[in-house]
């Protein structure tokens, strides 16, 4: 990755243009999909899943089912406030930035110290300026926004408005992102390592190598996208379901034997 001698804060500070995104993708030569949102990018389609759907199916297939199904899935403006701190990093890090009244999840001083800390990350500059933001790629097999890209060594960073876990990032976001990682491979005809998941309620990023583990489960999660035709049998786990937005009217339906008996 270059260096690059100073931080444009005025262009860091430039919010997401999903307008264009959505411009890009119906110039696009394959099927246009219906929607495109920042929280996944397209629609679904036969042949090319999206990254939301992978990271779905490797949460709950079943969930998958009914997002597609309804075809109106919104991101929630808390979700999108909570996100634009990503691309405020240098801003936000200023000593004399109103923390308090940002969505953040710790102490302001807890915030500014964990700031501290992603100043030193070797991705600062893909965090800190990316050479582009709110980027839809196209994979072979997925495609889907990506947050920020650097182009010179080509990298991807997503986005995440929730709490990260203790160590590695939650294993939909992990399938997420080497949806993401492989797309830009696709694009750019060069190798791409690694991604990088950021936290900026946290203010902390973390990395995700494309290890021969990971990429099983990104296969397996595109597989388990790409056969779904009706609702899939529920899942035993209750901490799941319980933060499931579709709780209320899963499991009205099912192929599972052990559910119907």
């Known amino acids: 990755m270059r260096t690059r001698s100073s931080v444009n804060t005025s262009s ?7 307008p264009n995104a959505i411009s890009s993708i119906r110039r696009l030569h394959s099927p246009t999909p219906k929607r495109l949102t920042d929280y996944g990018g397209s629609r679904h389609t036969d042949s090319v899943s999206t990254f939301a759907d992978l990271a779905a199916a490797a949460y709950c297939p079943r969930k998958l089912y009914y997002r597609r199904r309804d075809d109106e899935f919104e991101i929630p403006e808390t979700v999108r406030a909570k996100r634009r701190l990503a691309f405020r990093y240098p801003n936000l890090a200023a000593p004399d930035s109103d923390l308090a009244s940002e969505p953040i999840a710790v102490t302001p001083t807890q915030y500014r110290a964990n700031l501290g800390c992603l100043r030193e990350h070797d991705a600062w500059e893909l965090l800190a ?83 021969t583990r990971k990429k099983a489960r990104y296969r397996e999660a595109l597989a388990r996208a790409r056969s779904i035709d009706g609702p899939p049998s529920r899942i035993d786990n209750d901490a799941k379901c319980d933060a499931c937005e579709y709780r209320s009217r899963c499991g009205t339906k099912t192929r599972s034997l052990r559910s119907l008996l």
Do not use: C, F, N
Request: proline residues 8%; without cysteine; aromatic residues 4%.
């Open 129 to 211: 300026q990316p050479d582009r933001t709110e980027v839809l790629l196209e994979g072979k097999d997925a495609r889907g926004i990506a947050h920020k890209v650097d182009d010179e060594t080509p990298t991807v960073s997503l986005v995440s408005a929730g709490e990260p876990p203790e160590e590695g990032v939650w294993a939909p976001q992990s399938v997420r992102a080497v949806a993401a990682a492989k797309a830009l491979a696709w694009e750019s005809g060069e190798s791409v390592e690694r991604a990088y998941v950021e936290y900026p309620t946290h203010g902390r990023v973390r990395t995700v190598e494309l290890t």
């Open 12 to 18: 860091v500070a430039r919010q997401p243009s999903v």
